[in-house]
């Protein structure tokens, strides 16, 4: 019989949710760990605690407390949570890290956090993201497991691969699909705090700029909605479908003029409410006998033909309910 030539490095538990609660090193104390927010808050080990100080995302100190004597340290980070500078009571300590987060062992630990605001394995060095659930290695580049959302999922295809081959612009705090951290980064040099902003922003309260771009890429019909939700949409949407519906005349030739017209009317061009159709001065009796080439469309569960008939038919009447309808400003 071979001898067990395995020899266990550490140990690790994980709590009910699958986060790690418990890494301990061989020969050492047992090392527990405490979160608040899904993030790292708190380590003891033996007689030794080390508590993160932040205030939303942003790391500001580490507070250590051995055997009654407290120590507290200032942290400097970059956009990306990553620990650049720790000051104690001496001296300024700098941290380095390649872009995908290696860091070369110093003397003691200065920080308990290190690269994008993560806990460095003890044994291994490797990042174990999402509070354990994958370990990334910074000296390989690419995690150890794969992604369990991949292929199909938000992985992506390569289920080993970390942030996309973007380490620079992106984090990946849960071990699965790389997010873009940039921008959170700049919303608060700005003065932005993004927690709120993300709450409590609604269409209401973006600007104009914004609103023309949101609305540019949208249905008519999708217009329409939107214009009944508050008396500043409803200005902005017949402003820009306004604007909008100008200029499209203003490029199409003649013959093609009621066609446009009619599809505007039914909500089909992004940018354009129907009510601009309306407004440009065609009825929809005038759409369906200038229509260029015969067309049936269903409205109110009814027909409505467009263009020229047959010779021996005759054009019906739209509904009573579609006329009530044309008349308000609406063609569907």
């Excluded at 949710?17 to 020969?27: E, F, G, I, N």
């Excluded at 507070?63 to 650049?84: K, N, P």
Aim: with cysteine; charged share 20%.
């Amino acid at each position: 019989m071979l001898p067990n030539r395995e020899t266990r490095l550490c140990s690790y538990r994980y709590d009910p949710l699958d986060r790690l609660v418990d890494c301990t090193p061989s020969a050492q104390a047992p090392t527990r760990r405490f979160y608040l927010k899904d993030r790292l808050a708190t380590e003891i080990q033996d007689a030794v605690q080390r508590s993160i100080m932040q205030h939303e995302d942003q790391l500001l100190a580490q507070q250590q407390r051995q055997s009654g004597v407290v120590e507290a340290r200032l942290l400097a980070t970059d956009q990306q949570r990553s620990v650049l500078n720790v000051l104690d009571v001496a001296r300024p300590h700098s941290m380095v890290y390649t872009p995908y987060g290696h860091h070369t062992a110093g003397n003691g630990l200065l920080s308990l956090l290190g690269f994008n605001g993560e806990r460095p394995d003890p044994v291994t060095g490797c990042y174990l993201l999402g509070n354990g659930y994958r370990a990334f290695n910074p000296v390989l580049m690419r995690f150890s497991s794969p992604d369990s959302w991949s292929p199909f999922g938000e992985g992506g295809l390569n289920a080993y691969a970390y942030c996309v081959g973007d380490p620079v612009n992106r984090q990946d705090p849960t071990g699965h699909a790389g997010l873009v951290g940039f921008l959170k980064w700049v919303g608060k040099t700005i003065g932005l705090r993004q927690s709120n902003a993300l709450k409590n922003t609604g269409l209401d309260d973006m600007p104009n700029e914004v609103l023309e771009k949101i609305f540019g890429n949208l249905q008519g019909n999708d217009l329409a909605s939107v214009s009944m939700s508050s008396t500043r949409m409803n200005k902005s949407v017949e402003a820009l479908s306004s604007i909008n519906m100008t200029k499209l005349i203003e490029v199409t030739p003649e013959q093609n003029l009621v066609p446009l017209i009619t599809d505007a009317g039914f909500g089909r061009i992004k940018g354009v409410a129907p009510s601009s159709a309306v407004q440009s001065g065609v009825t929809f009796q005038d759409a369906q006998r200038k229509y260029p080439y015969p067309m049936v469309q269903v409205m109110n569960n009814r027909t409505v033909h467009f263009g020229p008939l047959p010779l021996g038919f005759s054009r019906p009447e739209p509904p009573d309910a579609l006329s009530s309808g044309i008349r308000s400003g609406n063609w569907f």
